[in-house]
Nanobody, 121 residues
Framework: QVQFVESGGGLVQPGGSLRLSCTAS????????IGWFRQAPGKEREGFSS????????FYVDSVKGRFTISRDNAKSTVYLQMNSLKPEDTAVYYC??????????????WGQGTQVTVSS
């Protein structure tokens, strides 16, 4: 069964940085448009960034634009999320998923366990 594996989360102070990684078992991640999602406590899971198969097109919601950078290394079948200038409101469990398109973050397929990001002093 296809399963995403997210890693790289942790506890960081406001203004700090983290880099998340997303890989997948049982399928070639590099064949898909990938999105990053997050779910904060008490809130619904939301998509906030995406990257095309080639990596040539990316999308960010306004709340992370200029602070987060999505990238991919198809040779390693891995998608990354570099997060800088982190804020307490970025605290959430972060997930990656296959999505319909770069500008349509409708997810499909199974979810992984996610990785916890906590921004706190």
């Amino acid at each position: 069964q296809v399963q995403f594996v997210e890693s790289g989360g942790g506890l960081v102070q406001p203004g700090g940085s983290l880099r998340l990684s997303c890989t997948a078992s049982e399928f070639i991640l590099s064949d898909y448009t990938i999105g990053w999602f997050r779910q904060a406590p008490g809130k619904e899971r939301e998509g906030f960034s995406s990257i095309s198969i080639s990596g040539g097109s990316t999308f960010y919601v306004d709340s992370v634009k200029g602070r987060f950078t999505i990238s991919r290394d198809n040779a390693k079948s891995t998608v990354y999320l570099q997060m800088n200038s982190l804020k307490p409101e970025d605290t959430a469990v972060y997930y990656c998923a296959t999505i319909v398109g770069v500008y349509d973050l409708t997810p499909f397929g199974a979810w992984g366990q996610g990785t916890q990001v906590t921004v706190s002093s």
